[in-house]
Protein backbone atom coordinates (compact mmCIF):
# COMPACT_ATOMS: atom_id res chain seq x y z
CA UNK A 1 0.00 0.00 0.00
CA UNK A 2 1.54 3.32 -0.84
CA UNK A 3 -0.06 6.61 1.08
CA UNK A 4 0.85 10.18 -0.69
CA UNK A 5 0.62 13.65 0.86
CA UNK A 6 1.79 16.81 -0.73
CA UNK A 7 2.58 19.75 1.20
CA UNK A 8 4.74 23.44 0.62
CA UNK A 9 2.50 24.69 -1.97
CA UNK A 10 1.56 28.47 -1.38
CA UNK A 11 1.46 32.17 -3.62
CA UNK A 12 4.97 33.13 -4.87
CA UNK A 13 5.85 35.75 -7.35
CA UNK A 14 7.13 34.98 -10.80
CA UNK A 15 10.72 34.49 -10.41
CA UNK A 16 10.55 33.21 -7.19
CA UNK A 17 11.15 29.85 -5.63
CA UNK A 18 8.95 26.90 -4.09
CA UNK A 19 9.72 23.45 -2.80
CA UNK A 20 7.29 20.92 -2.61
CA UNK A 21 6.97 17.84 -0.03
CA UNK A 22 6.05 14.25 -0.94
CA UNK A 23 5.48 12.63 2.37
CA UNK A 24 5.14 8.87 0.89
CA UNK A 25 4.52 5.39 3.05
CA UNK A 26 5.26 2.45 1.21
CA UNK A 27 7.34 -0.13 1.94
CA UNK A 28 7.77 -0.87 -1.71
CA UNK A 29 9.53 2.49 -1.74
CA UNK A 30 12.44 1.28 -3.62
CA UNK A 31 11.29 -0.38 -6.93
CA UNK A 32 8.81 2.97 -7.36
CA UNK A 33 9.06 5.66 -10.20
CA UNK A 34 8.00 8.94 -8.13
CA UNK A 35 6.28 11.67 -10.43
CA UNK A 36 4.97 14.73 -9.86
CA UNK A 37 1.91 16.40 -12.12
CA UNK A 38 0.28 19.75 -11.99
CA UNK A 39 -3.44 20.49 -13.19
CA UNK A 40 -4.09 23.97 -13.95
CA UNK A 41 -8.00 25.28 -14.00
CA UNK A 42 -10.30 23.66 -17.08
CA UNK A 43 -6.99 21.99 -18.04
CA UNK A 44 -5.74 18.33 -18.02
CA UNK A 45 -3.09 16.53 -15.88
CA UNK A 46 -0.13 17.60 -17.18
CA UNK A 47 3.44 15.21 -16.58
CA UNK A 48 6.09 17.78 -14.68
CA UNK A 49 8.91 15.09 -13.78
CA UNK A 50 9.70 11.41 -12.60
CA UNK A 51 12.36 10.23 -10.65
CA UNK A 52 12.95 6.41 -10.65
CA UNK A 53 14.03 5.72 -6.71
CA UNK A 54 16.36 2.13 -7.97
CA UNK A 55 18.21 4.09 -10.73
CA UNK A 56 18.15 7.77 -9.83
CA UNK A 57 16.87 8.30 -14.13
CA UNK A 58 15.06 11.62 -14.10
CA UNK A 59 13.02 12.96 -16.57
CA UNK A 60 11.14 16.10 -17.05
CA UNK A 61 8.59 17.98 -18.89
CA UNK A 62 10.24 20.56 -21.71
CA UNK A 63 8.28 23.15 -20.19
CA UNK A 64 10.14 23.13 -16.42
CA UNK A 65 13.57 21.99 -17.77
CA UNK A 66 16.40 23.58 -16.04
CA UNK A 67 14.28 25.47 -13.57
CA UNK A 68 13.07 22.40 -11.68
CA UNK A 69 14.43 19.33 -10.03
CA UNK A 70 13.28 16.63 -8.48
CA UNK A 71 14.66 14.61 -5.61
CA UNK A 72 13.88 11.98 -2.56
CA UNK A 73 15.80 12.06 0.65
CA UNK A 74 18.20 9.49 2.21
CA UNK A 75 16.07 8.28 4.90
CA UNK A 76 16.88 4.97 6.46
CA UNK A 77 13.20 4.17 7.20
CA UNK A 78 12.97 1.95 4.52
CA UNK A 79 8.63 2.53 4.77
CA UNK A 80 8.48 6.86 5.50
CA UNK A 81 10.57 8.65 2.59
CA UNK A 82 9.99 12.39 1.26
CA UNK A 83 10.41 13.28 -2.25
CA UNK A 84 10.87 16.64 -3.40
CA UNK A 85 9.96 19.14 -6.48
CA UNK A 86 12.34 22.14 -6.48
CA UNK A 87 10.71 24.82 -8.41
CA UNK A 88 12.74 27.99 -9.23
CA UNK A 89 12.61 30.82 -11.84
CA UNK A 90 8.33 30.65 -11.30
CA UNK A 91 6.46 31.94 -13.78
CA UNK A 92 2.78 32.99 -14.04
CA UNK A 93 1.91 30.04 -16.29
CA UNK A 94 3.12 27.33 -13.74
CA UNK A 95 -0.07 28.19 -11.50
CA UNK A 96 -1.46 24.61 -10.59
CA UNK A 97 -2.52 22.33 -8.56
CA UNK A 98 0.85 19.79 -7.97
CA UNK A 99 -0.28 16.37 -7.58
CA UNK A 100 2.74 13.77 -6.45
CA UNK A 101 2.54 10.55 -7.61
CA UNK A 102 3.68 6.66 -7.40
CA UNK A 103 3.77 4.19 -9.86
CA UNK A 104 6.20 0.96 -11.19
CA UNK A 105 7.20 1.99 -14.35
CA UNK A 106 8.60 5.25 -16.37
CA UNK A 107 6.00 7.25 -17.73
CA UNK A 108 4.46 10.52 -18.52
CA UNK A 109 1.19 9.56 -18.50
CA UNK A 110 -1.02 9.87 -15.71
CA UNK A 111 -2.90 6.78 -16.09
CA UNK A 112 0.44 4.96 -15.41
CA UNK A 113 0.26 6.03 -12.28
CA UNK A 114 -1.67 4.14 -9.70
CA UNK A 115 -1.05 6.19 -6.39
CA UNK A 116 -1.68 9.48 -5.77
CA UNK A 117 -1.69 12.20 -3.59
CA UNK A 118 -4.29 15.22 -2.71
CA UNK A 119 -2.40 18.06 -4.32
CA UNK A 120 -1.56 20.85 -3.41
CA UNK A 121 -1.75 24.62 -4.89
CA UNK A 122 0.70 26.76 -6.46
CA UNK A 123 -0.17 30.41 -7.68
CA UNK A 124 2.32 32.22 -9.01
CA UNK A 125 1.46 36.06 -9.38
CA UNK A 126 3.06 38.39 -12.64
Known amino acids: QVQLEESGGGLVQAGGSLRLSCAVS????????MAWFRQAPGQEREFVAFLSVSSGTEYYAESVKDRFTISKDNAKDNAKHTVYLQMNDLKAEDTAVYYC???????????????WGQGTQVTVSS
Open 26 to 33: ARSFGSLV
Open 101 to 115: AAGPMYSVSASHYPN
